[in-house]
């Protein structure tokens, strides 16, 4: 239960020259980290490969899958999977995570990491070619339902396919899983239903709010989102899992809920949890969550600027002093 105030001093500015430009608001620099550096071995990123699902019939996904320098079956590294890869994967976006992977695994402040990036389905025979950065349209019936469905494509279908050719680690506490938005909510709901498979989950901007809500209507029960976390949380047996969240002040506010206050509703409840699993028989488990708060709106670019001392936290390599300290 630790919270993490960065002050904008902390986050370094890619350029020495902006060194004493005051920050606006939602801006965040990236540090060295999350750039591509000269003599750094980057891992293979391959892709993007079509992925038909059964068990979400009718779409069509891709995913791409990063092979760290020096992978070695024999020795299976750890995995991170990332929802929304087409972003994940951007070499010019808010995230960056191969070029992030490359500098943590070279420097040794991380374990080897396979990494797969995938993208929501689409209602289609082929992936459409011209979305580009854009959504996929079954994203929301993805992403943003709070049951097992997504979980069993990822575990049942798509892992195993990777598997064929890659190894990856079975351990939950060597498996992580993020997103931003409703990619958040898509890695947080993947842990809370298999935390025997995901023990790490990173959430960015997280939608925990009611946009996959349906009201009961022809017969049909009603259909909850993700803002009954907070209360499915505190109500429930704590996961063997860590969280790391992030938000900004000034993320959206609108139909569906308030994503800052949605945010840290579920921090609240996190913590709740674990100074009350004796007293409500929760444990024995207790969760380890760090946060961080913003001033940013709805955007990748705080959360990618965090990314790197993230990754050092969930999964550092031996002796290595995490950066992300309480």
């Known amino acids: 239960m630790i919270r993490i105030l960065l002050a904008a001093a902390v986050l370094a500015v890619a350029s020495p020259a902006l060194a004493d430009e005051p920050r606006k608001s939602g801006e965040y620099a990236f540090t060295p980290d999350s750039l591509e550096q000269p003599g ?6 391959l892709g993007p490969y079509e992925f038909h699902s059964k068990i979400i019939a009718g779409t069509v996904r891709r995913y791409w899958v990063y092979v760290p320098v020096g992978y070695n079956p024999k020795t ?30 070279a420097k040794g402040d991380i374990a080897p990491t396979l990494g797969i990036f995938v993208t929501p389905g689409n209602l289609s025979e082929h ?6 950065m854009s959504n996929p349209d079954h994203r929301a019936e993805e992403y943003d339902v709070v049951d097992d469905t997504y979980a069993r494509m990822l575990l049942e279908e798509l892992l195993p ?12 506490r ?24 995901f023990g790490n989950v990173i959430s960015l901007i ?36 860590r969280i790391f969240i992030q938000d900004g002040s000034n993320d959206l506010d609108n139909e569906h809920g308030n994503w800052f206050l949605a945010n840290q509703q579920m921090v609240k409840s996190i913590e709740w ?10 444990g024995p488990a207790k969760y380890e ?15 990618g600027t965090l990314l790197p001392d993230i990754l050092r936290w969930m999964a550092p390599a031996a002796k290595k002093k995490l950066l992300l300290e309480a």
């Open 127 to 132: 992936y459409p070619d011209n979305l580009g």
């Open 40 to 45: 750094v071995q980057k891992g293979q990123l």
């Open 206 to 241: 997280g939608s925990y709010t009611s946009i996959a809500y349906r009201p009961a209507a022809d017969g049909q029960p009603a259909r909850f989102g993700g803002d009954t976390y907070p209360g499915l949380i505190r109500k429930s047996k704590i996961r063997p899992i």
């Open 273 to 282: 949890a674990n100074a009350n699993a004796e007293k409500w028989n929760l």
């Open 76 to 105: 299976p590294p750890n995995l991170l999977v990332f929802q929304d890869g087409q972003r994940a994967t951007n070499p010019n976006g808010s995230l960056r995570v191969p070029a992030v992977l490359d500098n943590l695994i």
């Open 174 to 197: 060597h498996r992580m899983i993020g997103g931003t938005s409703s990619g958040a909510i898509a890695a947080f709901t993947v842990a809370w239903n298999r935390p025997d498979s």
């Open 289 to 303: 969550l760090k946060y961080v708060w913003g001033d940013g709106g709805h955007s990748d670019q705080h959360g």
């Open 161 to 172: 396919e990777v598997s064929r050719t890659y190894t990856f680690s079975d351990n939950p």
